[in-house]
């Protein structure tokens, strides 16, 4: 009950004007760079970030989630309109919408996947109102080792569903730790690997180095590109028919289920919920040969299970501290920026701001589906301009965001390096997601580590003694234990795991 | 159809080598500055978080010359790479533009230096006619100005031109 009324009051303090505003204008500047092709949410959130700096803590956080769940609908836009999905996730709602619009029937597609992401995302957010406070009362009793043994199982999750190569993911995830362990150490406060550069004692900042991986070095790898052939007929009658509406319901029910589920694991990403909900709809269908034909359960489902997995996504960000993908890594430092600690204590020490920001999101998600139907086809048009105008401007405002996070020219250097880098783990096939989570994570895993041992004076067995530690770690150990099974299984058929 | 999967040892392609120099190099800063450190301290908690740096450092630079060693540096697809990547020497030149750029933009001011870099940068990305690249390049600076620097209160270095 308690928590029903703080819920309420959360979205009467995200009703005020200007909080609406934020909300609003994060929800469509996250749609206008979602439907640009190739830069899904963790690039429009980077991107996008400096202009958040100016705001108030509270109003800059609404709008980098609304940032987020814009840019999420931007790509599914572009995916059923153009066959260009703005991002990954999108891609199985581009292979029954592209169809469906070629049939005529843009509307209908546009408008499910839009009812479905909205439904989804608010039992995504009621979920949160109720199991975030849960879960970070039951975490305010966590020590030391449960929070390394927390930390590990993200690592462990998001290393072993980066890519087809293991060793890969966990060289990433190494590289980001390592590099979080630059500047003050976080017990003892000596300096560690500063070389007498007074920029680096504070160590490198975080979104300077998402700037370059998800903003710069996406421009950088997309100006060779050229645009697929267009469509350009009608959209249809916008409303969906009534079996429409049973068959795309059912299917955003399984979606919702599938993507919010997934979405608490880390390292479980929106496009993976995606494509297993859409799996799951191939193999419930009474007639699966119409998948990839104009499916309308195709499309209902895919996207209610991104945008469920996405909102599951806050539960371990906020009440643990613990991102589960490189958007909520970005989210979680941009709290640290303004000023908040994700974890336990926020829905306590922060009890206003947080259940501000998640009635935003009620309202958010509720304008997405009011404002955007009506400027589909603006959206269609902004995916159309070509890289030579957009990504200039990208990179302008890349360069300024990284300039602007502490007024410091290193930082600019700092996300052109990363840019550059990014470009060649892409063009090697090397994933960035661990290396994220390792930069993100690394004071986390190093303060429990080195609490942990001290507390126990050096005995190791503090970790699998104690009762929450020892299940986490155990579950650490199954995931990666699950992972190599199934890659040795599908090696032996001789496929990779991202081919499958 | 059963296939057998058998790993060895990959000769590193010159990718992989340079990979695998600069991950050593690494190490080895790692290691010498860590041990600098941890002997001119007394406290053994500064000494403990150098040892966890050299032991990350460590493991970084094992997994990494295992990787190469039976993976190869590898060229392979990776999500939202449907593209492929630029043409190398188009990439290369923005690289270089943009650091002029951000040279320019710490030295001399904001308006200028964006018009310049917005106007080449949109020249080297696609064919565009060099007027409208000016034009464009012009807008885009002042736009982008308007928004960031008098919209949101935004402060960029001034420079020399003090705009």
């Known amino acids: ?127 949160l109102s109720f199991a975030g406070p849960a879960i970070a009362t ?89 645009l697929a052939k267009i469509y350009s007929g009608r959209l249809g009658r916008l409303w969906p028919r009534r079996d429409d509406f049973v068959r795309g319901g059912k299917a955003g029910i399984r979606g919702t289920a599938v993507g919010f589920a997934l979405g608490l694991l880390p390292g479980m990403q929106a496009s993976v919920a995606s494509f297993l909900s859409y799996d799951v709809e191939k193999r419930v269908a009474k007639r699966p040969e119409r998948f990839g034909k104009g499916a309308i359960e195709g499309v209902a489902g895919p996207e209610a299970a991104n945008n469920a997995a996405a909102m599951a996504g806050f539960i371990p960000m906020l009440s643990l501290g ?45 304008m997405l589906l009011v404002l955007n139907l009506p400027l589909v086809g603006l959206w269609a048009r902004v995916a159309r301009i070509p890289y030579r105008v957009m990504g200039p401007v990208i990179l302008v405002i890349c360069v300024i965001g990284a300039y602007a996070i502490r007024g410091q020219m290193f930082d600019v250097w700092v996300a052109l390096a990363f840019g550059v880098f990014g470009v060649a783990l892409k063009h090697f096939g090397w994933p960035t997601i661990p290396f994220v989570l390792g930069l993100v994570l690394g004071p986390l895993l190093e303060r429990g580590l080195r609490q942990s041992l001290s507390i126990s004076a050096g005995d190791w067995s503090i970790f699998v003694t104690r009762p929450i530690s020892a299940t986490v770690l155990a579950l650490a150990a199954a995931t990666t234990a699950v992972t190599v099974l199934w890659r040795r299984r599908l090696s032996r058929k001789g496929i990779t795991a991202l081919e499958e | ?111 200028l230096p964006t018009a310049v870099f917005v106007a080449v940068a949109a020249r080297l990305i696609g064919p565009m006619p060099w007027w409208l690249c000016a034009v464009f390049g012009v807008v885009a600076a002042v736009a982008t100005r308007l928004v960031f620097v008098d919209g949101a209160g935004m402060v960029l270095p001034r420079g020399v031109l003090g705009w």
Not at chain 1, 207 to 224: N, R
Not at chain 2, 13 to 22: E, I, M, T, Y
Not at chain 2, 53 to 65: Q, S, W
Request: glycine share 12%.
């Open chain 1, 1 to 127: 009950m308690a928590q029903f009324l703080d819920m309420l009051g959360g979205i009467a303090a995200a009703a005020k004007p200007e909080y609406l505003l934020y909300a609003l204008i994060g929800a469509l500047l996250g749609t206008l760079v979602g439907v640009l092709p190739g830069l899904g949410p963790a690039s429009a959130v980077a991107i996008l970030f400096p202009l958040t700096a100016v705001l108030p803590p509270t109003g800059a956080i609404i709008a980098l989630a609304g940032i987020w769940y814009g840019a999420m609908y931007g790509g599914s836009t572009t995916a059923i309109l153009l066959n260009i999905p703005g991002e990954v996730s999108s891609v199985t709602t581009a292979i029954d919408g592209y169809q469906m619009t070629r049939q005529g029937r843009a509307g209908p597609a546009l408008a499910m996947a839009a009812i479905t992401s909205f439904l989804a995302g608010t039992v995504g957010v009621v979920l």
């Open chain 1, 322 to 366: 613990i991102p589960t993908s490189a958007t909520t890594a970005l989210l979680l430092a941009a709290l640290v920026v303004y000023g908040f600690q994700a974890g336990p204590l926020l829905f306590t020490q922060h009890a206003d701001f947080t259940w501000t920001v998640i009635g935003s999101m009620y309202i958010g998600n509720l």
């Open chain 2, 1 to 111: 159809m059963r296939v057998t999967v058998t790993r060895t040892l990959n000769r590193p392609s010159r990718a992989g080598w340079a990979v695998l120099a600069a991950a050593w190099l690494v190490g080895v800063v790692v290691v010498t500055d860590s041990v600098r450190a941890a002997r001119a301290t007394d406290d053994p908690s500064a000494v403990d978080g150098h040892i966890y740096l050299v032991v990350v450092a460590a493991a970084l630079v094992v997994m990494l010359t295992l990787s190469v060693l039976l993976e190869g540096a590898g060229r392979g697809p990776v999500e939202g790479d449907r593209t492929g990547p630029a043409p190398v020497l188009t990439g290369a030149a923005l690289v270089g533009l943009v650091a002029g750029y951000a040279i320019c933009f710490s030295t001399i001011g904001f308006l």
């Open chain 1, 138 to 226: 039951a975490a305010l009793r966590f020590g030391p080792p449960e929070y390394l043994a927390l930390t590990v199982l993200s690592l462990t999750a998001v290393i072993s569903l980066a890519g087809p190569k293991l060793g890969r993911g966990i060289v990433m995830a190494l590289a980001g730790l390592l590099l979080a362990g630059v500047g003050f150490d976080p017990i003892s406060s000596a300096q560690r690997l500063v070389f007498d550069v007074p920029q680096l004692l504070g160590g490198f900042d975080a979104v300077a180095i998402m700037i370059g991986l998800f903003g710069i070095s996406e421009v950088l790898s997309s100006v060779g590109a050229g």
